[in-house]
C-alpha cells in the first residue's frame, strides 16, 4: 500500500478556509488531463496546481466537488482500482483509498461522476467552475447543470450560476501560509544552487545542453520532483530570444550564457535568471549593459514593501531602463515621448515580473475591481529586468549587438520591506568572476 507523502490537515484546512468563502455554493475541481501518448511513451504527470492545493491528489481522471457545511462536504471522483492498469501504469488508491488515506468525506468512481453529481449540486445556489479548461468536462457539467434544473421541477429555478473557480482560488493561494512559504524557500534555494553549480561549469566548449543537464542532475539530487518550467539556456546572441528552449549550441569564449531555470518542490517552483560570460570575463560593453540591468534591479528591490502597487513595479522598470537605453544610445529622444510610442519594447519587451508559487506564472488577481492591487505580506513574485540588443540591430552601437541580459529573482513581500528568496546566486560581476568556470 501507498502512503501520502504529505500531511493531509493542511489540505482540509486549505478546504475549510475556501469553503468560508463560498458558504451556499459548490466548488468543482478537475485533475489536469494527462499528457498525451505517442506509440505508447509515457510523460510524467503533473497534477492541476488547484485540485493537488485543496487535496494533495496526484492521480488523473479525478474531480473535486467541495460543498462547504453540508454532508457530505467534501466528494471525489476518482479512477477504480484495477489490477491490470496497475501493472502497466502503477498503484491507484481507487474510491476506498482516497477516503481513507486524504481524508475526503466521500469517494466514488469517475465513471459515475455524471449520475452522483447532480444529487450534490441541487442543494447549492451556486457553482464554482473553470470553464474551457476541458471540453469533455464542459460538456458533461452543462448536462448536469440541465438535470438539476429539471430536478428542480416548477420552482422557476433556471440553470444555477457559474462563477470562476479560478479567480476564487487565485485570491486564496496568493497571501502565502508558513508551510507554503517553507516549500518556497526550499525550491528557491535548490533552484539557487543548481544555477551555482551551472555557473561553475561552464567554460568555452561545453553546450547549452551540458549546462541544462548539470541544472537538472542538482534539482533532482537535492529532492525536486521535476523542473517548474523548460529552462532556458541561451549563449550569445540566443539570450536576445526571450523564450529561446533549443539549448543546443555550444558556448563560445567572448559571449554571455543566460540561464532562466527553477526547481519544483513540492509542488511550489523556484524561477531564476543569471547572465555570466562564458570565459568568466566580461567585456567592458557586456559589463556596462550587465551593470544597467543590476541597477534597475537593485532600485527595483529597494522600492517592494506592503501598500505599493505591483503596477507601479511595471512602470519604474520601465522608467529606468529607458534611461538606460538613452545612455547606452540605444534611444535617443524625449523618454516621456519614447515610453508613450512604447519605443523600449524594442529592447525591453516584457514586464517586470510576475506572481510565483505552485505554478511559475501563479494564480492571483493583479487588478481588483479595475484598480491595480496594493501589495501585501507574504505575496511573492519575480522580479525580472532585461535589455535584448540583438546581433542584426543595425540601430543600435554595433559594440553592444548580440548582448542579452536578465537578472531574475524570487521575492517575498515582508511587513516592511521584502525577502530575497534567491539572494545566493551570485548577481555581482565581481562574484560572477570568481564562480564561473572554476567547477
Keep these: 500500500m501507498r502512503k501520502p507523502t504529505f500531511d493531509m490537515s493542511i489540505f482540509a484546512e486549505r478546504r475549510k478556509k475556501v469553503g468560508q468563502e463560498i458558504t451556499g455554493g459548490a466548488l468543482v475541481v478537475s485533475a489536469h488531463p494527462e499528457h498525451i501518448r505517442n506509440h505508447d511513451v509515457h510523460h510524467p504527470y503533473r497534477q492541476d496546481s488547484n485540485l493537488f492545493y485543496l487535496t494533495g491528489w496526484e492521480e488523473p481522471e479525478s474531480i473535486l ?162 523542473e517548474g518550467y523548460h529552462p532556458i539556456v541561451a549563449s550569445g546572441n540566443a539570450a536576445t530570444t526571450l523564450h529561446y528552449n533549443f539549448n543546443d549550441q555550444v558556448c563560445k569564449d567572448g559571449d554571455l550564457l543566460l540561464i532562466d531555470a527553477g526547481a519544483e518542490y513540492n509542488y511550489y517552483t523556484g524561477d531564476i535568471t543569471r547572465t555570466f560570460p562564458v570565459s568568466g570575463k566580461f567585456t567592458d560593453e557586456q559589463a556596462r549593459v550587465y551593470e544597467a540591468v543590476l541597477k534597475v534591479q537593485k532600485a527595483i528591490l529597494d522600492y517592494v514593501k506592503p501598500g505599493i502597487v505591483f503596477k507601479d513595479l511595471h512602470d519604474m522598470g520601465t522608467s529606468l531602463l529607458t534611461d538606460a537605453m538613452l545612455d547606452l544610445g540605444l534611444l535617443s529622444g524625449r523618454k516621456d515621448d519614447l515610453i508613450q510610442a512604447l519605443a523600449q519594447k524594442k529592447y525591453y519587451p516584457h514586464g517586470i515580473g510576475h506572481w510565483l508559487g505552485m505554478d511559475v506564472h501563479d494564480a492571483g488577481l493583479y487588478y481588483k475591481k479595475n484598480e491595480p492591487r496594493p501589495l501585501e505580506a507574504n505575496m511573492c513574485f519575480t522580479v525580472e529586468p532585461g535589455l535584448y540588443i540583438p546581433a542584426d540591430d543595425s540601430s543600435a552601437p554595433a559594440k553592444y549587438r548580440g548582448i542579452g541580459i536578465r537578472i531574475e529573482d524570487n521575492i517575498r513581500v515582508t511587513s516592511s520591506g521584502c525577502e530575497n528568496m534567491t539572494s545566493s546566486v551570485p548577481k555581482e560581476i565581481a562574484d560572477l568572476e570568481k564562480v564561473v568556470g572554476k567547477a
Design 65 to 226: 466537488i467541495l460543498r462547504p457545511g453540508m454532508n457530505p462536504e467534501s466528494v471525489m471522483f476518482v479512477r477504480r482500482r484495477d489490477p491490470e492498469r496497475e501493472t502497466w501504469d502503477g498503484f491507484r488508491y481507487g474510491p476506498e483509498g482516497c477516503e481513507r488515506e486524504f481524508k475526503i468525506d466521500k469517494a466514488y468512481p469517475i465513471d459515475e461522476f455524471t449520475k452522483v453529481a447532480p444529487q450534490l449540486l441541487k442543494e447549492v445556489d451556486r457553482v464554482y467552475y473553470r470553464l474551457y479548461k476541458n471540453k469533455e468536462l464542459d460538456e458533461q457539467m452543462a448536462g448536469i447543470l440541465q438535470t438539476v434544473k429539471q430536478m428542480s421541477g416548477r420552482t422557476g429555478y433556471g440553470l444555477l450560476s457559474i462563477h470562476d473557480a479560478d479567480t476564487l482560488l487565485g485570491e486564496q493561494r496568493l497571501i502565502k501560509s508558513e508551510y507554503e512559504l517553507t516549500q518556497m524557500r526550499e525550491a528557491c534555494e535548490i533552484s539557487a544552487q543548481g544555477h551555482l553549480a551551472a555557473m561553475r561549469f561552464t567554460r568555452p566548449g561545453v553546450t547549452e545542453r551540458q549546462v541544462q543537464g548539470v541544472l537538472a542532475h542538482h534539482f533532482y539530487m537535492k529532492g525536486s520532483a521535476r
